[in-house]
Each structure stands twice: as C-alpha cells, then as structure tokens.
C-alpha cells in the first residue's frame, strides 16, 4: 500500500513511518526538514520537503492514504493543515486527535474539562480540524495522553461509544497508537468517525 505520512519528523510521525515500513508498505515521509526523518533507510522510503502551511509542497499526498502525526503548539495550523490534506485529495485520510475534545469531550468526563485551560486557543483549531477531517471521509484518532515506549500488547481500538473517563494518570504510547492508526489504514473500520486506542 502506498502511505504518506504527514510530519514524519516528530516523534508520532516518526512511529508511524517505522511501523508503516515495518509492515511492508511504501512510505513518502513528508516533513518540514526531511534530514530530521530519523528511520534507517529504506527503497520503500520517500522522504519529502513539505509543510502545511504550503498547501503546494503536499502534492504527494494525492491518491495517497495519508497518516497525519501533525501537532503543534501554535493556533490555527492544525485547521490550516487539514483543510490542505483534505485540498490535495488523498484517498483516505487518518488523522491525530486528542481524547476529550471536541465530539470525545463528553465520553471523556470531568477531566475533559481542564483541557480546555491546558490547550486555551488551540482548542477550537483541534476541534475544527477534526470537523474538516470527518466531514471529508476521514477517521480521527482520540488518543490519549502519548508517551515513548514498545507498543502496548493487547491493546485495541473502539468507538466513541465504548470510551473510558480520561485519566491523565494514564497514557498511551505511540507506538501503540501508530499500529492502530495503520491497522485502519489496512482494514478500514471507523470511516467518518472517531476511533479510541485503547491500552490493555
């Protein structure tokens, strides 16, 4: 399958590039600076020049399936980024969330609230770009709280319906989360919706 994984330099997109490649799939990485891009080489590897904020530098992302590991401290870029995705037409799309916001606040409970003093103005741009995402066909991930580390065995995937309370005692690494986000860029099950990676 041929995958293009956006921010592939930070530490989600880079999980995401490793598992993708590991699994067998041809991968075009793109980040701001490819050189940060740190996976052994690979010929299934393409690595790219790109930034959403440039909607002409995601041209790759065309026809392709595209796993976003796209997070910043800054306003308006997730939308901006999205609504670029969404443009270059990709064949599907599978985008980074965080559990308790937007349509996961209210499965997420009480402590879905301190998001909002913890994210301030950027949680209107996670909400609308996964508004954006969905609208277009997309699945959202709502992970929670990420950490490094080996992917969790027996986790799973649910949907909103089935989520736990957000404990911010708990989290999730995102090894974990990138084999769930390309178990569904594999077997497509949550189209349209918001999935839940869950740890065993």
């Known amino acids: ?9 930070g530490r989600t997109g880079l999980a995401l590039t490793r598992e993708a490649l590991r699994r067998g799939h041809t991968v075009t990485a793109i980040a701001r600076d490819p050189g940060r891009i740190a996976v052994p080489d690979s010929p299934r590897l393409h690595t790219v020049a790109g930034d959403v904020e440039d909607p002409a530098s995601l041209a790759a ?13 800054r306003a308006g870029v997730l939308l901006a980024g999205a609504k670029a995705v969404v443009a ?6 599978i985008w980074l969330g965080a559990y308790g916001t937007g349509e996961s606040a209210s499965v997420a409970g009480e ?5 909002v003093k913890l994210l301030g103005d950027r949680l209107g741009d996670k909400v609308e770009a996964d508004a954006t995402i969905l609208t277009a066909g997309g699945t959202v991930f709502h992970a929670g709280l990420l950490a490094d580390g080996p992917e969790s065995p027996g986790w799973r995937t649910v949907g909103l319906e089935a989520g736990p309370p957000l404990d911010f005692k708990a989290t ?6 990138a084999a769930a986000m390309l178990d569904e860029a594999e077997t497509p099950r949550f189209a349209g919706r918001i999935a839940l990676p869950l740890s065993a």
Do not use: E, F
């Open 111 to 115: 402590a879905a609230g301190a998001l």
């Open 88 to 93: 270059a037409g990709p064949a599907r799309i």
């Open 1 to 9: 399958m041929n995958l293009t994984v956006l921010a592939a330099s």
């Open 172 to 177: 999730i690494t995102r090894a974990t989360v």
């Open 61 to 73: 992302v065309a026809g392709s399936t595209v796993l976003s590991g796209l997070g910043t401290d």
